[in-house]
Nanobody, 118 residues
Framework: QVQLVEAGGGLVRAGGSLRLSCAAS????????MGWFRQAPGKEREFVAS????????NVADSVKGRFTISRDSAKNTVYLQMNSLKPEDTARYSC???????????WGQGTQVTVSS
C-alpha cells in the first residue's frame, strides 16, 4: 500500500557527510510518522530518528544526536536524514519506515547501505 525507496547511501570517510532520502508512494495520506532505522551485520536493528508528519517534531537517538538531522518535504512525500561527522560505527544499512498512528511501524523500505571507513 505504501512503497518506500531510500537513496543516498555510499562509502564515505570518517568525518564526512551523507544525506539519505526516502520517497514514499502509494497510499500516503494517513502517514503519522516516518522514521529511520539502521542495522549492522550481526546486530539488531536500532532506531535512529523519527519525524511527526503533521507537526514536524522530531525524535533522535542519543547515539546520533548532534550529528544527524531528520527532516521532511511534505510536498514530495520525502523524508531525509542528514548525516554529519560520520564515524565507522555508523556503518549499517539504513531503512526508512512509515507509521500510521498505531504502535510500531507499518511499512518499510529496502534500505540503503552506508559504509564509513576509518
Amino acid at each position: 500500500q505504501v512503497q518506500l525507496v531510500e537513496a543516498g547511501g555510499g562509502l564515505v570517510r570518517a568525518g564526512g557527510s551523507l544525506r539519505l532520502s526516502c520517497a514514499a508512494s502509494g497510499s500516503t495520506l494517513s502517514t503519522y510518522k516516518m522514521g529511520w532505522f539502521r542495522q549492522a551485520p550481526g546486530k539488531e536493528r536500532e532506531f535512529v530518528a523519527s519525524i511527526n508528519w503533521s507537526s514536524g517534531s522530531t525524535n533522535v537517538a542519543d547515539s546520533v544526536k548532534g550529528r544527524f538531522t531528520i527532516s521532511r518535504d511534505s510536498a514530495k512525500n520525502t523524508v531525509y536524514l542528514q548525516m554529519n561527522s560520520l564515524k565507522p560505527e555508523d556503518t549499517a544499512r539504513y531503512s526508512c519506515a512509515v507509521a500510521r498512528g498505531g504502535p510500531g511501524y507499518d511499512y518499510w523500505g529496502q534500505g540503503t547501505q552506508v559504509t564509513v571507513s576509518s
